[in-house]
Every structure is written in C-alpha cells, then in structure tokens.
C-alpha cells in the first residue's frame, strides 16, 4: 500500500525538505485489543511494538489514535539509525504521552543523516531536572516537531548536529531543569528554525527556554513568531541563550521573562555571547539581577565562519524591562552593534550605587555601536545615564547616535539625564538628533541632556527643556576634544551653574553655528566655562538667556588669575548675543577671553581675565584688571572694537599685541607662535562709564582707542605707548592724572582737571575744559600737554567755585612742550566776587579770546591779535566779570619787554583798581 502524507500547518512556518513518498503506515492505539499487526484495523497498543514491526522501512509514517499513552512500553524508544519516519496524529483528538514524572524521555533518534518527523503529539508530566530529552535527535537531516505540547517537562527537545531542524506551532509550558540549558529546546552546532511557537513558565541554567550554541558552516538559526512569556533563567538569558552560531529573531516578543543569578543574572529576555539579528522583536517587563533587563549581549570575535560579522538590531520595542546595570539593555560588544527604527522606553536601572544605563548601557569593551533613527524614552538610572550610559574610557569604541534619534524623559538621579559618555573613547558623535526633557534629580546633579567626559561631536541636534544642578543641556568634564555643530539649546535650565552648557575640564571645545536661546541658570544661563582648555564659539547666537546671578549668555571662571596663561582661552568670533539677563559675558578670574569678528556683546563683566577684542561691539561693560599681554596669548588685532553703553573699566591693565592677530579658526597661538599684524587695532569706547581706579596703572599699549561717549579716566596712569586717542565724545581726566600716548586727537570735549597731563601730542580741534577745584599754590600748572597742534578749536577756563581768586595768585592754566597751529579761542570763566580784583595772565598764543562773566555783572575788553610769546591779560573785575586787555602785544615776531616774558608763567591774580592798556584799543566785552 502506496500513501502520501500530506501534512497541515495550522501556523505560518518554513518548511526545508518535501516529505517523500511512503511504502507502508503504522498504526498506533492505546486502547486496542486483541490482534496487533499495526494495521488500520489491528493497530498496535503502544509505540515500542510499532517501532519494532518487521515491515517498517525509510520513509514509513507511524500514526497514533487519540488517546494517552504511558508506562514503559512509550518511552525510552530508539530509533533504528537507517530509519526515516513520522510520528503522525491519526484522528482530531490528543494524543497524549504521559511521562508518569519520571526522567525519562519518549524517542531517541541518533544518526539516521535522513528526515524525521514528530507532528501533532502532546507530551506531559517527566519529571523536573531530567536529563533524558522527551525528544532526542543527534546527527539527523531535516527534522521536524510541529503542532507538539510540552508541558510540565523537564528537558523537551534536543537537537544536536540537526542539519535542517523546525520546530512548527508549538508550546512549550513549564519546563524545569535547574542544571540544564534551554529545557524546553537545546540546539547544539544545528541549523534551521522555530516558527510560531510559544514558551513560557519554563526554567533552566542558561536559557530559561531555549539554547542556542554553534550552527553549521554557512547556515543558521531562525526564529519567527515565537513568543516567550514568563521564562526564568538561573544564570543568563531568561528567555533565548545564544552561546554561538548564526541567529536571528524576526517578529518575535519577550515578555515577563527573568535572568536571576545572584552574579550572573544578565539578559532578562534574550543573552547573546556572539552578534545577532534582531527584528522587529518586543522585549516587555523582563528583568536581569547584574545587566540587561531586556537584552544582554556580549560578544566576542570568534573565528568561527558561521558568525554573523555584526549585530542589528532593527524596530525593536524595549520597554518597561529592569536590571541593576542597562535596564533595557546592555552592549559588550567586540563586534559592532547597529540600532535602528526602534523604541526603547520605561526601563529602568535600578541599582543606587551603580544603576547605569537606564535604557541602553554600553560597556567600555564594546566596538562599534551606531543608533539611528530611534527613541529613547521616559527610562530611569539609580545613578547616571538615564538613557543612555556610555562606560569608558575605551581604546576601540566608536560609538554614533545618529539621525532621527529621539532622547527624551529619560532621568538619572547623578548624572547624564539623557546621555552620560563617562570617558574617553575612539570617536563619539550625535547628529540629527533630538535630546529634549530629560532630568538630572540630585542636588548636585550634572548633565540634565549630555553628560561628555570623551571626545565627540554634537552636530544639528535640538537639546531642549533638560534640567540638572549643573549643566541643564550639556556638562562636559576632564578630557578629549569637544565639537558641538548647529545645534539649538533651548529652555535647558540649570539649578546653579550652565543652563544650556557648563565646560568644566577639557582638552579643547568648538562650538560652530547654531543658537542658545531661552536658557536659564544662576551664572551662566547659556553657557558656564570653568578652569579648562580652549573653548570657541564661531557664529553662535545668544538670545533671551537669563542668569538670576550673573552670565546670562556666558560665565568664565578661573581659578586664579595666575592660571591664565594657556589654561582659559574662550574664543568668541562672528557671534551675537542680545536680549540677555544679567550680564552678557561675566568672567571673574576667567583667564583669557577672545570676542573675535564681528560679536555683539549687550553685557560684559570682566574681572582678573584677559581679553583680547577682534571687531566686537560690547555693550554694558563692567571690567576689572583687563589683561592682554603677549606672554599671556591675549591681543588686539587691527579690527575695531567697540564697548557699547554704561560699562565700569575697574583698573588694571590691557595691552595690544601687535605680533598677533585675529583668526577665523581655532587658534591657540600662545606661548611665542606669531601672527602678522599690519597695524594697531582700535578699542572704540560708545558708553559711558568709569575707565580705572585708584592708583593703579591702565597699559594700554599697541591700541588706538575711539572715544566717542562720555568717559572718565578713574586711574593715575593711562598708558598707551605710542597709540593715539580719538575723542568725539567727551573724555574727562580728574585730579593729577596722566595719558601717555602718541597723538590725541580732540574732536569733542577733552576735559583736564588740576594737575592732570597729556604727554604727547595733542592736536585740538574740539573743545579742550580746564578747571581747577581749588585756589592753586604759585606757579602751579594747573594742566600740562607736550605738544599742542591747536586746529581751530577752543580751550575754556573754568575758576574754582565757590571760592573765589585772590589778590596775588599766581598759576599757569596750561603749560606746552611747544605749540604750532591756527587759531583757536580761550574763554575764561572767573567765578570771582564782586569785591575781588586782579588781572590774569594767560600764557599761549594763536587764541581768540571770549568774555564769558560770571555773577550776572558787565565790563570791557580788549580784542586780543596774535601774540608769539606771552598773551597778559588784565581785569578789572566788576560784578564778577573779566575785564582784560592786551598788552605789550605786538602784530609781528619782535622783542618782547623782560616783563612780559618768561614762559610758563600763566594765569596771576594782580591787586589794583585798573591796569593799563598798552598797545591796543580798550573795547566792552
């Protein structure tokens, strides 16, 4: 009798041979009587007779009526190794092999090399901790258990050295062997797959379900659809344990599922020692008692040909799992690991002291990790990394988290809100990405979205709403090369220090492009510098950043003035900063600071730091002790620079460089590398303010200043060496002090206070002010210039008040070095009292002289020529006015009387009623 089998499948699944044509069919019942033949009619009554009928050949079927079927003559049955057959279901009704919770197993199949089957059948009750297999095949070819129960098993099936193995619609429940690996299947060096199965309740050594070690060359393990539920591991791998081989899991989940050893515990859902391929895979509520509450793997290079090169991970769903280390999961990895189009989300490490890696942790030995396109959510770390923890330093991980990644609430209690990349590694880049409300909860806290400790690159990411102590958008701690490109830092606060970024130590840090807006902190609510490394922001816009203390847009903090040289260098080129709070820049003890191209700075606090100003606009300026000094790498190039509004100049000292200049990159030229400059910048002053204090020394040298606001000198000493100053503004020299200087150009109102002096050329065009607060000593020069080039402007002279002059004063109003020009004008104003007269003498020339009176009274003058020597005027007051009048004055360069010489004599008070006018007509004023 000559009968196909056609067998069907009541799951999807993946079938890897045709089953052949059969000579002849056994026939199996429980319940038969009488004659046994293992025909249709005269079936045999258990397994063991059918498998030792005469006529059984290759290819036969054996097929069992519904019914159960135990005892001795139902297990523990070998295969004759030149056999291929199937065990078949004949009829709709189970067919059930009961185990009587012994170990022992139902068929052994040991190297036929020819196809087998086991379709339909149920088996129940062996004993927990077997170590005989219900179903056993070694060295067999295609083989095939599909639509089979197990349950309450203690090792199901085995498949060793299987060439082609399915497993097909099947259920694996409750299967415990505490010393076994993968109770319900055990494949070792056997290729093939496990379709629309379910495990679950089952327990073992490692593999709560299933184990996975080695494949043939060139092949593989698949499985599809197979859900594991609720499996429990005693070491590693709670559901799947994959030692070696060539695997990958497709539309599969993992859900309940536990490692639970007390060391070991990795890999609550799925633990790999070897890459793998995962897609389309959920892993839900596993958890692991060391790492990887949904997944752990730890590959290893093998040389093994059957090894997949790398691991993917593709449209994973990882959520709600826990462990102590990597809740989600966790990657130790020699291979590389690529994630994308996933979602990892609410898992959670939960350890106080070392709970990494809420989401993902990956391990300092791990190669290449590269994530696309994939969020990362609402996970939570006991202690740092809430979404991501990168373990380091690492001397060969390359790690990227790239395009369309999505870091969101995620929370650490330490550190690393959304990512904490804990020390150096090869390369670690995020671009594309979105890092956005994530927390930091300690009091101390760091790294609300970024916590960088490594080299990496930061490029068009959007880092939004994250919070920490320190560091709300990024903290960046110790070493490696920092790069941030176009990225926006948005409404990242910081209880204290940096609400968009806080740079505490690093070996250098770019920022390039993008914008900090909407930041807040109490210093530093855009960006907090600490002691560190070169820092640059090229092309960066602050705005609308606000610092409850000082820095809305950046604070630079040094730890000592000394530590300047090399140590704080902030570059700030082509930047704007505006609508800030509370100061736009504040350096206190910073180090060096460079405002570079083309910045506008609406704030600036400058204390103990080093500056040097490219072509800046600053606004708002407090400075203290400004330095700029060659031997410090600070300078002024030939760009202008500007200080915009009401700033305060406190002291100290600020130097032009002029073997420096500025440049449009990083540069770090300090320490005696030179740049080529062509001529000495230009510090233009647009506020109002104080410039120095006390009786400190402002070096100034190498630097043109513009003055075109209202400043005053508050030092002793401005010195700028052989610069020039420019007023269009008003620049006001109190009592005894001094500008040294090249050239001053007076263009607007150059007031000279007693004793003050100019010691240089002043060429005057504006209005030059002179007042003396009190009566001066004789011969007092009341202010002192070195060289006067008068260019038609004018020199007013202002008396003390209220105190009057006095019979018998004598003082010089200016004292010249020497004098070339064309006319001017002196006005004096003489504040005297009605009962007080005198004449001055005033000692210049080239001047037109206007009557200014004082007290309201009226008198005559004289109008004054061209004097080459010594211009004596003589008034009579009345009234408080002047009354003057030229004398022993002549039209043309001849010898003047012995009295009316000796240069340097200046303004004397002489008694009398009258004088007398010589030489020229009286007139009224």
């Known amino acids: 009798q000559h009968k196909m089998k056609l067998v069907v499948f009541f799951f999807l699944g993946i079938w890897f041979f045709s089953t052949p044509s059969r000579a002849n069919t056994i026939y199996v019942d429980a319940n038969a009587s009488g004659t046994e033949d293992g025909t249709q009619d005269h079936p045999y009554s258990n397994f063991k007779d059918a498998l030792n009928d005469p006529s059984l050949t290759s290819g036969d079927a054996i097929a069992a009526a519904p019914g159960t079927y135990s005892g001795d003559d139902n297990t523990n049955l070998e295969v004759n190794p030149s056999l291929s057959l199937v065990f078949m279901v004949n009829g709709n009704d189970e067919v059930l092999i009961d185990l009587g919770n012994k170990d022992v ?23 927990d901790n077997s170590k005989n297999p219900v179903l056993s095949f070694d060295s067999t070819e295609a083989t095939t258990v599909s639509a089979c129960y197990f349950k309450n098993i203690g090792f199901a099936v085995s498949m060793i050295n299987v060439q082609a193995m399915t497993v097909q619609g099947s259920t694996f429940e409750h ?13 070792q060096d056997t290729a093939g797959s496990i379709v629309t199965s379910h495990f679950e309740d089952s327990r073992g050594k490692k593999g709560g379900a299933i184990y996975i070690d080695d494949t043939p060359k060139g092949s593989a393990v698949k499985l599809l659809f197979v859900n594991f539920i609720g499996n429990e591991a005693e070491k590693q791998g709670g559901g799947l344990y994959v030692a070696l081989g060539n695997v990958s899991v497709v539309s599969s989940t993992f859900t309940n599922n536990s490692a639970s050893g007390d060391d070991d515990g990795s890999g609550g859902g799925l633990y790999s020692e070897v890459p793998i391929t995962l897609t389309a895979v959920v892993f839900e509520y596993n958890t692991a008692t060391k790492e990887g509450g949904g997944i752990a793997l730890e590959s290893t290079p093998s040389s093994s040909s059957s090894q997949l090169a790398s691991s993917s991970f593709q449209s994973l769903q990882v959520n709600d799992n826990m462990a102590p280390v990597g809740g989600g999961i966790h990657i130790s990895s020699l291979s590389p690991v690529f994630i994308s189009n996933s979602k990892i989300i609410g898992n959670f490490a939960y350890d106080e002291d070392k709970g990494k890696g809420g989401g993902l942790y990956i391990d300092d030995s791990s190669d290449i990790v590269t994530i696309d396109d994939t969020t990362i959510a609402q996970n939570s770390a006991a202690e740092k990394g809430g979404g991501i923890y990168i373990n380091g330093p690492s001397s060969s991980a390359l790690i990227q988290v790239r395009s369309g990644c999505i870091i969101e609430k995620n929370t650490a209690v330490k550190s690393g809100g959304g990512v904490e990349l804990a020390g150096p590694v090869i390369y670690a880049g995020f671009s594309g990405s979105t890092i956005d409300y994530n927390i930091v909860t300690a009091d101390d806290g760091v790294g609300g979205g970024l916590l960088l400790k490594g080299s990496a690159v930061v490029s068009d990411c959007l880092l939004e709403g994250n919070v920490a102590e320190y560091g709300g958008g990024v903290e960046i701690d110790q070493s490696g090369l920092i790069t941030f490109v176009d990225n926006t830092f948005t409404l990242n606060n910081a209880t204290k220090n940096g609400g968009g970024m806080r740079i505490t130590t690093s070996s250098g840090v770019l920022v390039k492009g993008g914008d900090f807006t909407g930041n807040n902190g109490a210093e530093g609510a855009g960006v907090y510098i600490g002691p560190s490394l070169p820092v640059e922001f090229a092309s960066v816009a602050f705005s609308d950043n606000s610092a409850s203390k000082s820095g809305g847009a950046i604070y630079l903090s040094g730890s000592s003035q000394e530590s300047i040289a090399g140590v704080n260098l902030v570059k700030i080129r ?14 206190a003890n910073g180090g060096e600071l460079v405002l570079d191209e083309t910045c506008t700075v609406p704030g600036l606090h400058l204390s103990d730091s080093s500056v040097s100003l490219c072509g800046c606009s ?51 030229g300090f320490n005696g590398t030179d740049y080529s400059i062509d ?77 003050s002096v100019i010691d240089g050329t002043l060429v005057q065009k504006g209005t030059m002010e002179i007042r003396y607060s009190s009566v001066p000593d004789e011969d007092t020069v009341l202010a002192s210039v070195g060289t006067n080039d008068i260019e038609g402007g004018k020199i007013v002279v202002y008396a003390p008040s209220p105190t009057p002059l006095s019979e018998g004063d004598s003082f010089a109003v200016l004292e010249w070095a020497h004098h070339s020009g064309t006319y001017g004008s002196l006005d004096l104003h003489s504040n005297l009292d009605d009962d007080t007269k005198g004449t001055l003498t005033y000692l210049t020339n080239a001047l037109k002289v206007n009557i200014v009176h004082g007290g309201g009274g009226t008198g005559a003058g004289a109008i004054v020529g061209i004097v080459f020597g010594v211009l004596i005027f003589l008034a009579l007051v009345t009234a408080g006015g002047f009354y003057y009048a030229r004398q022993r004055a002549r039209n043309s360069y001849g010898e003047l009387d012995e009295s009316s010489q000796g240069f340097g004599e200046g303004i004397k008070v002489l008694g009398g009623e009258s004088a007398p006018v010589e030489g020229g007509e009286q007139q009224s004023g």
């Open 679 to 755: 001529s000495p910048p230009t510090l233009t002053i647009l506020g109002t303010g104080l410039v120095g204090t006390g009786s400190d020394t402002l070096n100034s040298r190498e630097i043109d200043w513009a003055i075109t606001s209202s400043i005053n000198l508050a030092t002793d000493l401005l010195d700028l060496g052989d610069g020039t100053i420019t007023v269009d503004g008003r620049f006001t020299l109190t009592e005894s002090q001094s500008v040294q200087c090249g050239t001053m150009y007076n263009y607007g109102t150059l007031q000279m206070e007693q004793g």
């Open 574 to 587: 082509n930047c704007d900063l505006f609508d800030t709070f509370n100061e736009a820049i504040y350096s």
């Open 105 to 127: 197993g139902f068929l052994k199949v040991t190297s036929t090399g020819l196809p087998f089957d086991v379709d339909g059948y149920t088996f129940k009750n062996q004993a």
């Open 618 to 668: 600053v606004q708002e300026a407090s400075i203290t002790n400004l330095y700029l000094d060659a031997n410090q790498g600070s300078f002024l190039t030939d760009s202008s620079i500007q200080l915009n509004g009401n700033f305060n100049w406190r002291a100290g000292e600020i130097y032009g460089v002029d073997s420096k200049t500025c440049e449009t990159g990083l540069k770090t």
């Open 175 to 187: 299967c415990h062997s505490k010393d076994q690996d993968g109770p319900c299947l055990f494949c």
